[in-house]
């Protein structure tokens, strides 16, 4: 079973996430988190295969999650992390992919391909 840790504050985008992907057997939404803090107890609490999570939350950033799962005290293998967001400007995709993000996506330009994307790393066929 492929793990997903999905951090998004916007209660909209996360029905429609869980909704897009409840279909996939091969995939579990494990856990949703609002904050950084929140996912970033989650991460330390559990392993995750994919961490789905927007740059602007409730409270602090998707960066700091990044970040937190670049420590090398961090006690797991390091999910793939995908970005979602509404901040798809040159800034953020390049600092992202500053930090090793491989997967950066605009949400209102890319979002099917985002979901494209989580499908394919979880091993769904098409």
């Known amino acids: 079973m492929y793990k997903l ?3 998004e504050d916007s209660a909209l985008i996360r029905d ?3 909704e897009m ?4 057997e091969q995939l ?3 856990n949703i988190a609002t904050t950084s803090d929140e996912a970033i107890d989650f991460l330390n ?3 995750y295969d994919m961490v789905v999570l927007d740059i602007e939350l409730a409270k602090g950033t998707g960066f700091d999650v990044v ?3 670049q420590q090398q005290d961090f006690p797991f293998k390091v999910p793939d992390i995908v970005m979602l967001t509404n901040h798809g ?3 953020y995709r390049n600092l992202a992919r500053d930090m090793g993000v491989e997967y950066f996506f605009d949400k209102s330009l890319q979002f099917d391909e985002c979901m494209e994307v989580i499908q394919q790393r979880a091993g769904v066929p098409n």
């Open 89 to 91: 400007n040159g800034y």
């Open 67 to 69: 970040r937190h799962t």
């Open 5 to 7: 840790l999905l951090v």
């Open 16 to 18: 429609v996430i869980v």
């Open 45 to 47: 609490t559990g392993e």
């Open 21 to 24: 992907l409840h279909d996939c």
């Open 28 to 30: 579990a939404i494990e």
